[in-house]
C-alpha cells in the first residue's frame, strides 16, 4: 500500500477518522530513510499541548542539523494538521502509534500523550527497540511501572521522564547544597499547591470526527464521549489523570527524591486524607494532604494541597514547591518543572574541597541523548520516574480507601490490605493493553 501524501491527507483526515485503526499517512516504514550519520531519528507520539512544545524544540534541532524528525502521530486530526505544519513535509504523519513504531529507521520516540498511554506506550516503543522520552506522571498504576522498569532493562533503551526540574541549574544547586549538609539532618519535606478544580457538568455526546475516540481512549474502560474527558481535562478523573497531585506532583515530588537523594526508598507508609467535589464528573479530591514516611534513613514527605505557600522571595512564583526541613535551617525549592527556583544562598554555595559533588544535567533532552549514545542511566530514569509516580498513586489509593497504607517494597504489596493491593493493577482494553 503506498503512503497519502501529506496534502492528501490534510484533505481526508476528517473522513477517515471514524475508522480507528487506519492511518492518514504512513502507512509503512521505508526503510533507508535520511538519518545515518550519526543523527538520532525520532518520532512524536502525541502532539497536543507538551507534545506541541516538544515539537518545536525538536523541529529546531532538526533544522541545526543535529536530529532528524521522521514522523508524528496522534488521535485527533486537528493536531495532525497543526503538527504537520511545524513538522514539514519530510515528517510522516501516522494516527496509529503502532505503525509508527514498526518503523525501523526511528530510533527514538518522545511521547506526550495523555497519562493513561505512557505505560502502555512506553512500553510498546521499548519492545520495538526505540529509546523514549515519556512526560510525567511514568504510570498510572503500580503494575504500569513495573512493567516499564522491565521493558527498559530487557531491551537495553534509554529512557527518559519529563519531570525535567531535575535538570535546571537551581535544583541542582538545592541537592548540592542538601546534600553537603547545609541545612542539617533533613526530617521533614513539604509540599505545598493549589487544590484541584471542579466540574465536568457536560452530558455525553458523539466524538468530533476528527477525534478518533477509541483510540484515545486506549487501555482505559470503554465510556462514551464527554467534552469534559479531553483534551487536558483528563487530569481530573482518578482513572486517567489523578489530580495535582500526579500532575504537579510528578514535578514537586520528583525533585523531593531528587534532592533527598531517595530515588532507591520507597515509602513505608501511606496516609492520606481529603474533600470528595460534590458535583460534576471530576473526581479527584479537592483539597488533600498526604503524609509518607521513609525509614532508614527516617523522614516524612507530606503532600498539601493547598499547604502554606511561603513568601515568594525573589522565586518567579509561589503557586507550588517545597520546603525542607532540617535540624540547622530550612531551604524552599519553588517550583519543580521548567520553572525552577531556589533560595539565593544554595544558588551561591561552592562544593568545598573533598565535599559531595551533585551531577549537572546539561538540559533533560541533552541528558537523554547522552544516555542513548552512551548508556549511562538518565537524571530521571525510568526507575526514578516510577518511584515518583508510585508515590503519587498510592496517595490516592490511601485517599479513596480512607485509611493509611503500609507498603512492602521487597514484596511489592501493601500490607495486610487485600482490597489496596487488588487495586496496584486494573484491566485494560484489548489491543491497548501491556
Request: net charge neutral.
Amino acid at each position: 500500500m503506498d503512503k497519502l501524501k501529506r496534502r492528501e491527507f490534510l484533505a481526508t483526515a476528517a473522513a477517515a477518522a471514524s475508522l480507528p485503526c487506519l492511518i492518514p499517512s504512513g502507512v509503512l516504514a521505508v526503510e533507508g530513510r535520511e538519518g545515518a550519520n550519526g543523527k538520532l531519528t525520532i518520532g512524536h507520539m502525541g502532539i497536543g499541548g507538551m507534545g506541541s512544545y516538544h515539537l518545536h524544540d525538536i523541529k529546531g534541532r532538526a533544522d541545526r542539523g543535529e536530529v532528524n524528525l521522521a514522523a508524528i502521530c496522534d488521535a485527533d486530526d486537528r493536531h495532525l494538521e497543526n503538527a504537520s505544519k511545524i513538522a514539514g513535509p519530510k515528517a510522516d504523519v501516522y494516527r496509529d502509534y503502532r505503525y509508527l513504531l514498526e518503523r525501523k529507521d526511528i530510533d527514538a520516540v518522545i511521547m506526550a500523550t495523555p497519562d493513561h498511554w505512557h505505560g502502555v506506550g512506553m512500553v510498546h516503543a521499548a519492545e520495538s527497540g526505540k529509546h523514549v522520552y515519556v512526560e510525567k506522571p511514568a504510570c498510572c498504576t503500580i503494575e504500569e511501572g513495573r512493567a516499564m522498569i522491565a521493558a527498559a532493562r530487557k531491551n537495553k533503551v534509554s529512557v527518559q521522564v519529563g519531570s525535567q526540574g531535575r535538570s535546571t541549574g537551581d535544583a541542582c544547586a538545592a541537592a548540592s547544597y542538601l546534600r553537603n549538609g547545609m541545612i542539617g539532618k533533613v526530617s521533614k519535606v513539604t509540599c505545598w499547591h493549589y487544590g484541584n478544580p471542579v466540574g465536568g457538568t457536560d452530558p455525553d455526546s458523539p466524538p468530533p470526527p476528527e477525534l478518533d475516540w477509541d483510540l484515545w481512549l486506549g487501555p482505559m474502560r470503554w465510556r462514551p464521549y464527554n467534552r469534559c474527558y479531553c483534551p487536558g481535562n483528563f487530569r481530573w478523573f482518578l482513572e486517567s489523570g489523578g489530580g495535582q497531585i500526579r500532575d504537579r506532583g510528578a514535578h514537586v515530588m520528583s525533585c523531593a527524591l531528587y534532592l533527598m537523594n531517595a530515588d532507591h526508598q520507597p515509602p513505608a507508609t501511606i496516609e492520606a486524607k481529603g474533600t470528595a467535589p460534590t458535583r460534576g464528573l471530576w473526581d479527584c479530591p479537592v483539597d488533600m494532604e498526604v503524609v509518607y514516611t521513609f525509614k532508614d534513613p527516617d523522614w516524612t514527605l507530606v503532600w498539601s494541597q493547598p499547604g502554606n505557600p511561603p513568601p515568594k522571595g525573589d522565586a518567579g512564583h509561589n503557586q507550588y514547591g517545597a520546603v525542607y526541613h532540617g535540624d540547622k535551617e530550612t531551604l524552599t525549592l519553588y517550583g519543580g518543572d521548567g520553572g525552577t527556583w531556589t533560595e539565593k544562598k544554595a544558588r551561591q554555595f561552592k562544593v568545598p574541597a573533598g565535599g559531595v559533588e551533585v551531577y549537572r544535567s546539561p538540559g533533560h533532552k541533552e541528558d537523554w541523548f547522552q544516555g542513548i549514545k552512551t548508556g549511562k542511566k538518565t537524571i530521571m530514569n525510568i526507575e526514578a520516574g516510577v518511584a515518583v509516580a508510585d508515590l503519587t498513586i498510592m496517595g490516592n489509593l490511601s485517599c479513596i480507601l480512607g485509611r493509611k497504607l503500609s507498603w512492602d517494597a521487597a514484596r511489592g504489596r501493601f500490607l495486610g490490605d487485600e482490597q489496596a493491593n487488588r487495586m496496584i493493577s486494573r484491566p485494560q482494553r484489548h489491543p491497548y493493553h501491556l
